[in-house]
Every structure is written in C-alpha cells, then in structure tokens.
C-alpha cells in the first residue's frame, strides 16, 4: 500500500485524475500499477484491452480524449 501512495505522490494524482489503462491486468505490473492503484487511490478509470488498442493505436488516443485521461499506464 505504501508503493500506491508513494506512485500518487511521484506523479500527483488526485481523485480529479482520470486514469486511461491499456496494460494487461494478466501481468503483475497491469494488476498492481494500473488496475489495484486505481481502485486503492480511488481514481475513475477506463481500462482497454491491450489487443484492441494494439490493433488501432488512435483507440488509445480516441479513449484519452473521450474520456478525458490524464494518467496513462500501457
């Protein structure tokens, strides 16, 4: 818990942020550094499969506009 608190203050995420997440949630750095430290900083999130963004990098791009992303994790 201590390393999600120390990774909100490194890169200054408040619950005003909106999180655009593209990383696997199969891999440890996709659980823990996207979906686990969003859900723990309780930052509103929207999570993309890696295949679908992969296959049209602009979907990632389109996501962060539409939604209004200021954090990113691939």
């Known amino acids: 818990m201590q390393s999600f608190q120390a990774g909100a203050g ?3 995420l408040t619950s005003f942020d909106v999180g655009v997440l593209a990383a696997p949630l199969s891999h440890a750095s996709g ?3 996207a979906g ?3 859900i723990w ?3 509103p999130s929207i999570i993309l ?3 679908y963004w992969a296959q049209n ?3 990632l791009l389109r996501a962060i506009h539409d939604y209004g992303g ?3 994790i691939l």
Do not use: E, K, V, W
């Open 49 to 51: 499969a890696p295949s």
């Open 10 to 12: 490194r890169f200054q």
């Open 41 to 43: 900083l309780n930052i």
């Open 31 to 33: 659980l823990a550094g």
């Open 70 to 72: 200021t954090y990113s």
């Open 36 to 38: 686990l430290h969003m």
């Open 57 to 59: 990098p602009a979907t």
